[in-house]
């Protein structure tokens, strides 16, 4: 149970609240067996007491009736309140803290995993945990405190209808719950895999619907989804099963509870030993404190799913960070923004080198081409640069050695554009300002002017309102590349990192922006820019062209 003290750990902020539901749950099943009780007791009594003609004072037991009545009311009004406001906290807690450990694992780490399957981890897994307080923890808790507090309650009136119920709540609430748990794990487990795996197909099969159709293979998709929606609902069927078991043992447990409390209290009421009324009120308290044993097959019912989702998260979280960032970075920082790669070796995966023994050198202020064929690692000398992938050599920016900086502050002297930019489900406006949020009008209009935007964005009809859609779905792959470019200009940084900045536009557009983009570097000045592409065009963006090749 390492996960769970795990899950605590991570919610202590919430603990407070966590708490307090607990308390409150405990509050409301002794107020409802109290009430049970002493409304049976005093039922019991008034009949006695009129039947006899002996006095009795109605005042007192009739003002507890009320007060705990009120007081069920209210408790499980304010029970429900807080455990769920507990949570939801708990739930923002540690979506929060998984994103955390997921932007360092970006991109060399996550991207062995589908996209479905890392948002269904950060959604729907850490969604599937809201049942672990609000259906587990909190459960558990309050039946235990629950039975132990009914049990000494007993006993302060009839110890042997104590000890026999002692029996049947530990059969209802220990014995029947251990059960449910045993069968309930496989089916758990799979129902918990198999929906995640749901949920991929589901995502890759919608990020990939026209490439489907164009290879005629929507049906083949939709069967392959509807086959795993199908063993989805075997699985949970089997849970519905094992707990419809659950909740008729816990009924037949009740029931079996009070008969024998009805016996034991009995011979005491025919032996003297207790009064009438008391029966009655044993019986109604023990048939109310099985809503406390209740709940705990329920919970252990659900305790597989929620561990299978936790495994999924903690297991994606606990993943070594590909690139760490120093503990102990440089204090100093760079004087001036030249880079230098001396006998630099990297890689996409071990084993498999693609960079070997490459040496650079971009002077500060100056700018570089990197062109070659396909595959060469153009593209990976920007991803090691900005600290994406580790390398063997040398990497200095202003004479400092990159792994000797923070990458807080390494990022924060570099623009970049992507070969494959995304752009956010907003407004050409937002993902521009994204580089710069505090950004002006008119710092923003020559960002757009320097990326030769601005008669693209005048014609639209919401101008830099307009939409961009889900990953820049509703613009084209050029205007796409030139927003991001836009974005990355209006950052100001010192150095400027562009891979295949061009690809995707037009001779003309293409002409365009990198007229626009040799002016802006030349006008501003200082800017240390490195360029990779394999076009023609970008080379008049270098004062140097190097060409890689395959050792």
């Known amino acids: 149970m390492n996960w769970v003290v795990r899950f605590l750990m991570i919610s202590r902020k919430q603990w407070p609240w966590m708490t307090a539901g607990i308390v409150l749950g405990v509050v409301v099943i002794a107020a409802n067996s109290l009430l049970m009780a002493l409304s049976g007791w005093f039922i019991a009594s008034m009949s006695i007491s009129g039947s006899s003609g002996a006095a009795f004072n ?31 906290r708990i739930l923002a807690e540690l979506r929060v803290w998984l994103f955390k450990r997921f932007v360092p694992l970006a991109p060399a780490c996550l991207e062995r995993y589908a996209g479905g399957d890392v948002s269904g981890r950060l959604r729907a897994d850490v969604d599937a945990l809201e049942t672990l307080y609000l259906r587990i923890i909190a459960p558990i808790a309050v039946g235990a405190i629950s039975i132990a507090v009914a049990l000494v309650f007993l006993l302060w009136f009839s110890p042997p209808s104590a000890l026999v119920m002692l029996l049947f709540l530990l059969l209802a609430g220990v014995g029947l719950p251990l059960m449910v748990r ?33 290879l005629g293979a929507v049906e083949r998709q939709a069967a392959l989804v509807d086959d795993l929606s199908s063993r989805v609902i075997v699985e949970q069927e089997r849970l519905g099963r094992i707990n419809g078991i659950a909740l008729g043992g816990m009924a037949l447990f009740a029931g079996s509870g009070v008969a024998a409390v009805l016996l034991t209290a009995g011979m005491q009421v025919a032996a003297h030993q207790i009064p009438p009324p ?26 597989p799913a929620a561990r299978e989702s936790a495994s999924r998260i903690f297991e994606l979280a606990d993943a070594p960070i590909p690139v760490p960032d120093n503990p102990v970075p440089c204090g100093s920082l760079p004087t001036d923004h030249g880079i230098c790669f001396s006998n630099v070796s990297a890689s996409y995966h071990p084993g498999k080198p693609v960079l070997q023994d490459v040496t650079l050198n971009v002077p500060d202020g100056g700018s570089l081409v990197i062109t070659g064929s396909s595959g060469i690692g153009k593209s990976l000398l920007v991803e090691i640069l900005l600290r994406f992938r580790d390398y063997q050599g040398s990497i200095t920016v202003g004479g400092i050695e990159i792994r000797d900086l923070s990458k807080e502050t390494l990022i924060g002297m570099i623009a970049a554009v992507p070969q494959r930019p995304h752009l956010f489900n907003g407004s050409i406006r937002d993902n521009i300002l994204l580089g710069n949020a505090s950004a002006d009008e008119e710092q923003l209009q020559q960002a757009l002017r320097d990326s030769a935007l601005e008669s693209w964005v005048a014609g ?39 891979d295949e900045p061009t690809e995707g536009l037009d001779a003309t557009t293409e002409r365009e922006v990198v007229s626009r983009l040799n002016g802006r570097v030349r006008a501003v000045g200082g800017t240390t820019m490195l360029i990779v592409s394999h076009r023609p065009a970008c080379l008049e963006l270098g004062d140097a062209i190097v060409r890689l090749e395959r050792s």
Do not use: C, D
């Open 58 to 88: 109605y005042f007192f037991p009739s003002a507890g009736i009320r007060f705990l009545a009120i007081a069920r009311t209210v408790g499980r009004y304010a029970e429900r309140l807080v455990t769920h406001e507990a949570t939801f």
């Open 182 to 214: 045993r069968f309930s794990r496989e089916p758990g487990r799979r129902s918990a895999l198999l929906a995640a795996e749901l949920r991929n197909k589901v995502t890759e099969g919608l990020q990939g619907v026209e490439e489907l159709i164009l």
């Open 278 to 303: 008391n029966l009655v009120m044993l019986l109604l308290f023990s048939a109310a404190i099985f809503e406390a044993a209740g709940q705990l097959p329920s919970a252990l019912h659900l305790l």
């Open 460 to 498: 639209l009809p919401l101008g830099l309102a307009t939409p961009v859609g889900i990953n820049g779905s509703a613009v084209s792959g050029g205007e796409a590349r030139r927003i991001a470019l836009a974005r990355a200009l209006l950052k100001g940084a010192p150095i400027l990192l562009l």
